[in-house]
């Protein structure tokens, strides 16, 4: 079978990462990429290519400050793609990180935007302490709505307005404030459109900020893609983990100061660009140590068995999931990570193998489905052209015996 441009999707004959992490396995070097399979694009990079290596780090980021690699944006749509998005514990893992940080300053959390929400009964499981509140429209997942919503998980199917923050500031009570609102649709909107979307949403947040006064704030953060700069909220760019393979999307943490306006900023769209184009091709795909607890051979089998290889996201997974335990249970190890991982597989809505799925990719899947559609129509319409034929013949039967 030939190797497939997009690893992260699954396509005819292979649906899952398992035999890829099983042929990685074999490699007697773990600092290798062939031994790292969310690496292996960079085997398929032209020989020539300028691509500097973050290898020899001995972290990965978390942040994106200033003084970040950039790189000039082009497209990738005919570039291999190794790297994996997953939506759900994208979200998961940013907000994992947020109440690791700051879950001792406030014990009730107003989550805005966040239907489907399949990881969010997961994620309140891990902090019974947290009472969370959260907003959307749209329908929630089954487990996030009782009877199956665990205690501290109460939702409310509507938009998050002004009005609800000022109810919910009127309570006086600390809280963490999370935003993941999105109106704009780059496959539905037209340029003009998904632009001025993106901007009203940042208004949005900036105003549910200034109302509800949070101890912190984690919210959505993406520019227009025209060239130009933003004045909004100032803080902390915190990196996602899991986020899609060419994404231009970060995570905004926000510390409002009692007593003071917001401070805000002007962003440069561009800057944001050129360094999330880097974080994407290269610091995604570099190879990262793994922690002291997992520097064995058998940890690092446990843990590729589990699909978490050394790449950026699957380290970064490793880093909080090991400082959660430390945290919550008992001192990490590699089968309490990758058991774990398991776990919040499950959370995320994938089952506990989760990490070595290789999903439809949404366009093929419609298509698969708009097939599966067409060949129960076509078995249809024989059917009832069947089952016509048959009355015939039986009538005639009927006709000719009178």
Same mark, same amino acid.
């Given at each position: 079978?030939?190797?497939?441009? &997009?690893?992260?999707?699954?396509?005819?004959?292979?649906?899952?990462?398992?035999?890829?992490?099983?042929?990685? +396995?074999?490699?007697?070097?773990?600092?290798?990429?062939?031994?790292?399979?969310?690496?292996?694009?960079?085997?398929?990079?032209?020989?020539?290519?300028?691509?500097?290596?973050?290898?020899?780090?001995?972290?990965?980021?978390?942040?994106?400050? @200033?003084?970040?690699?950039?790189? $000039? /944006?082009?497209?990738?749509?005919? $570039?291999?793609?190794?790297?994996?998005?997953?939506?759900?514990?994208?979200?998961?893992?940013?907000?994992?990180?947020?109440?690791?940080?700051?879950?001792?300053?406030?014990?009730?959390?107003?989550?805005?935007?966040?239907?489907?929400?399949?990881?969010?009964?997961?994620?309140?499981?891990?902090?019974?302490?947290?009472?969370?509140?959260?907003?959307?429209?749209?329908? %929630?997942?089954?487990?996030?709505?009782?009877?199956?919503?665990?205690? &501290?998980?109460?939702?409310?199917? $509507? /938009?998050?307005?002004?009005?609800?923050?000022?109810?919910?500031? $009127?309570?006086?009570?600390?809280?963490?404030?999370?935003?993941?609102?999105?109106?704009?649709?780059?496959?539905?909107?037209?340029?003009?459109?998904?632009?001025?979307?993106?901007?009203?949403?940042?208004?949005?947040? =900036?105003?549910?900020?200034?109302?509800?006064?949070?101890?912190?704030?984690?919210?959505?953060?993406?520019?227009?893609?025209?060239?130009?700069?933003?004045?909004? +909220?100032?803080?902390?760019?915190?990196?996602?983990?899991?986020?899609?393979?060419?994404?231009?999307?970060? *995570?905004?943490?926000?510390?409002?100061?009692?007593?003071?306006?917001?401070?805000?900023? #002007?962003?440069?769209?561009? !800057?944001?660009?050129?360094?999330?184009?880097?974080?994407?091709?290269?610091?995604?795909?570099?190879? /990262?140590?793994?922690?002291?607890?997992?520097?064995?051979?058998?940890?690092?089998?446990?843990?590729?068995?589990?699909?978490? !290889? #050394?790449?950026?996201?699957?380290?970064?997974?490793?880093? +909080?999931?090991? =400082? /959660?335990?430390?945290?919550?249970?008992?001192?990490?190890?590699?089968?309490?990570?990758?058991?774990?991982?398991?776990?919040?597989?499950? @959370?995320?809505?994938?089952?506990?193998?989760?990490?070595?799925?290789?999903?439809?990719?949404?366009?093929?899947?419609?298509?698969?489905?708009? =097939?599966?559609?067409? *060949?129960?129509?076509?078995?249809?319409?024989?059917?009832?052209?069947?089952?016509?034929?048959?009355?015939?013949? !039986?009538? @005639?039967?009927? %006709? %000719?015996? *009178?």
């Amino acid at each position: 079978m030939p190797w497939p441009w &997009n690893l992260a999707k699954g396509a005819v004959g292979r649906r899952s990462w398992a035999a890829d992490f099983a042929l990685a +396995l074999r490699c007697r070097d773990p600092s290798c990429a062939l031994a790292n399979p969310h690496t292996w694009q960079r085997v398929a990079l032209p020989t020539d290519a300028d691509v500097p290596e973050l290898d020899a780090l001995p972290s990965p980021p978390r942040v994106l400050t @200033g003084a970040c690699p950039r790189a $000039e /944006y082009r497209q990738r749509k005919e $570039e291999a793609k190794s790297t994996v998005h997953w939506g759900q514990r994208k979200l998961f893992m940013a907000e994992l990180e947020f109440l690791l940080d700051f879950a001792a300053e406030a014990q009730l959390l107003v989550y805005a935007g966040a239907a489907e929400g399949h990881h969010l009964a997961f994620l309140c499981e891990l902090f019974p302490e947290i009472q969370v509140e959260a907003w959307d429209p749209r329908p %929630f997942a089954r487990s996030a709505v009782p009877p199956q919503a665990p205690r &501290n998980l109460r939702v409310h199917q $509507e /938009y998050f307005t002004e009005e609800v923050a000022k109810a919910l500031a $009127e309570r006086q009570v600390p809280l963490l404030f999370v935003s993941d609102i999105r109106t704009a649709d780059w496959q539905r909107d037209s340029a003009e459109e998904h632009d001025a979307r993106l901007l009203a949403d940042l208004r949005a947040q =900036e105003t549910w900020v200034d109302i509800l006064r949070p101890k912190r704030a984690l919210l959505k953060f993406r520019f227009p893609y025209s060239p130009g700069c933003t004045e909004t +909220l100032d803080g902390e760019l915190r990196l996602p983990v899991w986020g899609p393979q060419s994404t231009t999307e970060c *995570r905004l943490l926000v510390t409002p100061q009692d007593g003071a306006a917001l401070a805000t900023k #002007r962003w440069d769209h561009q !800057c944001l660009w050129e360094q999330l184009f880097y974080f994407n091709t290269v610091t995604r795909i570099s190879i /990262y140590p793994r922690p002291a607890f997992a520097q064995d051979a058998e940890s690092e089998a446990t843990l590729r068995t589990a699909g978490l !290889c #050394r790449c950026y996201d699957c380290t970064r997974e490793v880093e +909080l999931l090991a =400082e /959660y335990l430390q945290r919550r249970r008992k001192a990490p190890d590699a089968a309490l990570v990758a058991a774990l991982a398991r776990d919040a597989s499950s @959370g995320c809505g994938r089952g506990p193998n989760g990490l070595l799925d290789a999903p439809t990719a949404p366009w093929q899947a419609q298509a698969e489905a708009a =097939e599966a559609t067409e *060949r129960v129509n076509v078995q249809d319409r024989w059917d009832v052209s069947h089952a016509a034929s048959m009355l015939i013949g !039986c009538a @005639g039967r009927v %006709f %000719f015996e *009178r």
